[in-house]
C-alpha cells in the first residue's frame, strides 16, 4: 500500500477533470452496473500512468461524446475496489493502468497495460475516442 500523501497528487489528476475516485467495492459495482456507460481508469503510480495513461484518459474526456460516467480505482490503495473493478474486466489479466469502457454493465473496450507502455497518450486518447463515439 502505498502512502496516501504520496498517491493524492496523482489521484488529483483525474478527479480534477471530473472522474469520481472509487474506493470500495460497492462504489465500483454501483458505477459499473449502472445503466448507460462508464469508463473506469485503474491508475498506478508507474511512469506509464504518469506519462501516458492520466494524460490520454483527460484528454479522451473532451471528446464530444463521453461516458456516462467517468471513474478511477488507484492500484495499491484501494486494494478491494480495484480487486472488484478487476473482476468486471475478465478475462483480461490484472495489469495497471488498464482503462475499461462498460455499457448497461458489460466490458465493451478494454486498453491493457502493454498497449499504453510506450505509446504516447494522444495515441491512446484516439482509441478511447473511438471507443466513445462507438459505445456512448
Known amino acids: 500500500m502505498y502512502p496516501p500523501e504520496l498517491v493524492a497528487p496523482m489521484k488529483e489528476e483525474l478527479t480534477s477533470s471530473g472522474f469520481e475516485d472509487l474506493t470500495s467495492p460497492e462504489q465500483v459495482d454501483e458505477a459499473i452496473t449502472s445503466e448507460g456507460t462508464t469508463l473506469v481508469i485503474i491508475n498506478s503510480v508507474c511512469g506509464c500512468a504518469a506519462a501516458n495513461a492520466r494524460p490520454a484518459a483527460r484528454i479522451a474526456v473532451t471528446n464530444d461524446k463521453k461516458p456516462d460516467r467517468i471513474t478511477t480505482v488507484f492500484a495499491g490503495v484501494d486494494a478491494a475496489a480495484v480487486a472488484q473493478a478487476r473482476q468486471y474486466m475478465l478475462p483480461y489479466p ?11 454493465g458489460k466490458l465493451v473496450h478494454f486498453i491493457e497495460r502493454h498497449h499504453i507502455e510506450g505509446r504516447p497518450a494522444e495515441m491512446i486518447a484516439e482509441n478511447l475516442a473511438e471507443a466513445f463515439n462507438e459505445y456512448c
Do not use: A, I, Q
Not at 490484472?94 to 448497461?104: E, H, W
Open 94 to 104: 490484472p495489469s495497471s493502468p488498464s482503462m475499461g469502457l462498460f455499457k448497461d
